[in-house]
Nanobody, 125 residues
Framework: QVQLVESGGGLVQAGGSLRLSCAAS????????MGWFRQAPGKEREFVAG????????YYADSVKGRFTISRDNAKNTVYLQMNSLQPEDTAVYYC??????????????????WGKGTLVTVSS
């Protein structure tokens, strides 16, 4: 079983930055692919970014590419999402997710096995 706890959300003005963190429990963190997803009001949850166990494979949604950076620290069982140049359309609840094992295939990052409860990011115009 994996428990994921997100932190770092909040209110920021357009053009600002936030860094989300996700602390994971369990001894198998370093072998899992991790990801960030988001769900805006009235919309379906969508993929934001994914990272393989080593950090050697990373994927981003087109909408955040060049503005967001996913990273991980396996020694701290933590994955991060650095969000720069935030825009009002980035307003959403952001979820951390973990996969059983890792993968090099983008499509595998859309299917996760464990989820955190989410952290709210609000970007004002």
């Amino acid at each position: 079983q994996v428990q994921l706890v997100e932190s770092g959300g909040g209110l920021v003005q357009a053009g600002g930055s936030l860094r989300l963190s996700c602390a994971a429990s369990g001894r198998t963190f370093s072998s899992r692919a991790m990801g960030w997803f988001r769900q805006a009001p009235g919309k379906e949850r969508e993929f934001v970014a994914g990272i393989s166990w080593s950090g050697g494979t990373i994927y981003y949604a087109d909408s955040v590419k060049g503005r967001f950076t996913i990273s991980r620290d396996n020694a701290k069982n933590t994955v991060y999402l650095q969000m720069n140049s935030l825009q009002p359309e980035d307003t959403a609840v952001y979820y951390c997710a973990a996969r059983e094992g890792s993968s090099s295939y983008r499509s595998d990052y859309y299917v996760m096995n464990y989820w955190g409860k989410g952290t709210l990011v609000t970007v004002s115009s």
